[in-house]
């Protein structure tokens, strides 16, 4: 069972909105992930740690924000959501070279 | 520019029968090579993971091979089980930044009928 949990599971919510997706992983690691995932397409990479009060933005642009004040806890947040920003939100962590494991994700739909 | 492509695309088999997906790619430097599975709705859970010098790699009825002349690996599953239906994604990470940057293929999606 993967240490890594992610709130909520399901999100639907209206246009203009702020939301925070939560992601805590309970095993130490220092690099932690945020993907975006749309249906049959490949993770893209939109956010990242090294560690606390490191945040670096990944490949794929989003008008999404993270920040890491605890090496356990990456939350994403989004000031105000759109239609465009509807996907799958997948936080992952890692030790320095191991696997990534994926949290459940939450599917974000905005109306 | 690296790239991981997956095939096929989809694949339906009947319960009971083996498959094998495969996964090229043109990441440079290399350094490993992962096949996840995903499941609908939930997040990629790691089947094994392969480094440059490793051909072959189990994990119960998976199995996973890699050609690192050729930039190719498969995954085959034997005597396949309605639980197999899923999404199998391959990751290519590469060696030439700290991060290890993971390259992700679109998946094939496999479904079992019984």
């Known amino acids: 069972e993967a240490d890594i949990y992610q709130t909520p599971r399901y999100l639907v919510i209206g246009t203009g909105k702020k939301i925070t997706l939560e992601c805590s992983q309970t095993m130490g690691h220092d690099k932690m992930y945020w993907y975006q995932q749309d249906p049959g397409m490949e993770l893209h990479l939109i956010h990242y740690?090294?560690?606390?009060?490191?945040?670096e933005k990944g490949d794929l642009s989003s008008e999404s924000t993270v920040s890491r004040i605890r090496t356990e806890h990456f939350p994403l947040t989004l000031e105000s959501a759109r239609p465009s920003h509807t996907s799958q939100y997948l936080c992952?962590?890692?030790?320095?070279?191991?696997?990534?494991?994926f949290g459940s994700g939450t599917r974000l739909t905005v109306v | 520019k690296n790239q991981v492509e997956q095939s096929p695309q989809s694949l339906i088999i009947l319960e009971g029968k083996n498959c094998t997906l495969q996964?090229?790619?043109?990441?440079?430097?290399?350094?490993?090579l992962r096949w996840y599975k995903q499941d609908t709705g939930r997040g990629p859970v790691s089947l094994t993971i392969m480094t440059f010098s490793e051909n072959t790699k189990s994990n119960g009825r998976y199995t996973a091979t890699l050609d690192a002349d050729t930039k190719q690996s498969s995954l085959h599953i034997t005597a396949s089980q309605l639980s197999d239906s899923a999404s199998y994604i391959c990751?290519?990470?590469?060696?030439?930044?700290?991060?290890?940057?993971?390259?992700f293929g679109r998946g094939t999606q496999l479904t079992v009928w019984p």
């Open positions: 740690s090294y560690g606390v009060n490191s945040t």
């Open positions: 992952a962590s890692s030790e320095s070279a191991g696997v990534n494991t």
């Open positions: 996964c090229n790619y043109t990441v440079s430097p290399f350094s490993n």
């Open positions: 990751v290519v990470s590469d060696r030439g930044s700290t991060l290890g940057r993971l390259y």
